[in-house]
Nanobody, 130 residues
Framework: EVQLVESGGGLVQAGGSLRLSCAAS????????IGWFRQAPGKEREGVSC????????YYADSVKGRFTISGDNAKNTVYLQMNSLKPEDTAVYYC???????????????????????WGQGTQVTVSS
C-alpha cells in the first residue's frame, strides 16, 4: 500500500520553528521526487519544496528560500522540512507529495504543476500566530 504519512505540524508563534516529516512506503523511494505543497483557505495549492536524491537537487519556492530546508534520509524513507523564522503567511495545510522522477524535464516541475503528482499525504496543519 502506498503511503505518505506527515507529522510535525502544529501551532507556533511567528519567528518560531517546526520540522515536518514525511514517511514514505509502498513505492521505490529513490525513483521519486518528494516534497511538500501547502494550501491556505481560499488559495490554490502551492509547491513549497522538494528533493530528488537521483538528481541530487533541492527546490524551494521563493517565498520560503532562506527559511526552510528540506532533507532526506533514504535509509528511513523519510523526508524532512525544517521550517524556521515562520510567518503568519506560512499558515496552511501542508501536504507531502511524491512524483516519479523522469529525465524528460527538471525534477521539480511536478511541484509547479500539482496534476503531475502521483501520491499525496493526508495533510498536516501548520498555524503561525502573530
Amino acid at each position: 500500500e502506498v503511503q505518505l504519512v506527515e507529522s510535525g505540524g502544529g501551532l507556533v508563534q511567528a519567528g518560531g520553528s517546526l520540522r515536518l516529516s514525511c514517511a514514505a512506503s509502498g513505492f521505490t523511494f529513490d525513483d521519486y521526487t518528494i516534497g511538500w505543497f501547502r494550501q491556505a483557505p481560499g488559495k490554490e495549492r502551492e509547491g513549497v519544496s522538494c528533493i530528488s536524491s537521483s538528481e541530487g537537487g533541492t527546490y524551494y519556492a521563493d517565498s520560503v528560500k532562506g527559511r526552510f530546508t528540506i532533507s532526506g534520509d533514504n535509509a528511513k524513507n523519510t523526508v524532512y522540512l525544517q521550517m524556521n523564522s515562520l510567518k503568519p503567511e506560512d499558515t496552511a495545510v501542508y501536504y507531502c507529495a511524491a512524483a516519479r522522477t523522469s529525465d524528460s524535464g527538471s525534477f521539480y516541475l511536478p511541484f509547479e504543476h500539482p496534476s503531475k503528482i502521483n501520491y499525496w499525504g493526508q495533510g498536516t496543519q501548520v498555524t503561525v500566530s502573530s
